[in-house]
T-cell receptor
Framework: GAGVSQSPSNKVTEKGKDVELRCDPISGHTALYWYRQSLGQGLEFLIYFQGNSAPDKSGLPSDRFSAERTGGSVSTLTIQRTQQEDSAVYLC?????????????FGPGTRLTVL | SQQGEEDPQALSIQEGENATMNCSYKTSINNLQWYRQNSGRGLVHLILIRSNEREKHSGRLRVTLDTSKKSSSLLITASRAADTASYFCGVDYKLSFGAGTTVTVRA
């Protein structure tokens, strides 16, 4: 079946503007994760949704970042008042049940460039 | 979330040779996972090893885990050009990787 999809694949924005990044997880996967990958700095956990539970937002770097997941499926990551340091590849992943032993399937990412 | 740190930063080997890379972490874990990333396929899960396991095999991959040293190693045997990629380790489910080990397999 289809994998995790993300849109847009690339986003260029001006400093101070808001952006929305979208993630469509694999159908039937109850867990959804957002990560950020900066050049040469590895992968950074941002937020985790599991079923109807309250999301784990412990990785969000500031209150400019927020995410929601509607109907237990599609998720949107919103970055308000973007800064140049927000430039990175934003990756979404989903897993079957959100257990630590579950394989996470990653989408292709959205490359965000803040000018 | 806890971060895995990979070592070395880069590795260049001849096709057919073995490649070994290491991962270190800081606190106790439930499991450790290795991922591969290349431009063609994005981030792909390779193998998971649980904290009560010491060694695990999957095809040409062999992973070891030493919880007393808080370290893991990934061995790729008989490397192929398609193994050219960056390799990352992450612990538990809130994955955080270091900069990874970039492996280049020369024909």
């Amino acid at each position: 079946g289809a994998g995790v999809s993300q849109s847009p694949s690339n986003k260029v924005t001006e400093k101070g503007k808001d952006v929305e990044l979208r993630c469509d997880p694999i159908s039937g996967h109850t867990a959804l994760y957002w990560y950020r990958q900066s050049l040469g700095q590895g992968l950074e956990f941002l937020i985790y949704f599991q079923g109807n539970s309250a999301p784990d937002k412990s990785g969000l770097p500031s209150d400019r970042f927020s995410a929601e997941r509607t109907g237990g499926s599609v998720s949107t990551l919103t970055i308000q008042r973007t800064q140049q340091e927000d430039s990175a590849v934003y990756l979404c992943a989903s897993s079957l049940a959100g257990q630590s032993t579950d394989t996470q399937y990653f989408g292709p990412g959205t490359r965000l460039t803040v000018l | 979330s806890q971060q895995g740190e990979e070592d070395p930063q880069a590795l260049s080997i001849q096709e057919g040779e073995n490649a070994t890379m290491n991962c270190s972490y800081k606190t106790s874990i439930n499991n450790l996972q290795w991922y591969r990333q290349n431009s063609g396929r994005g981030l792909v899960h390779l193998i998971l090893i649980r904290s009560n396991e010491r060694e695990k095999h999957s095809g040409r991959l062999r992973v070891t885990l030493d919880t007393s040293k808080k370290s893991s190693s990934l061995l790729i045997t008989a490397s192929r050009a398609a193994d050219t990629a960056s390799y990352f380790c992450g612990v538990d489910y809130k994955l955080s990787f270091g900069a990874g080990t970039t492996v280049t397999v020369r024909a």
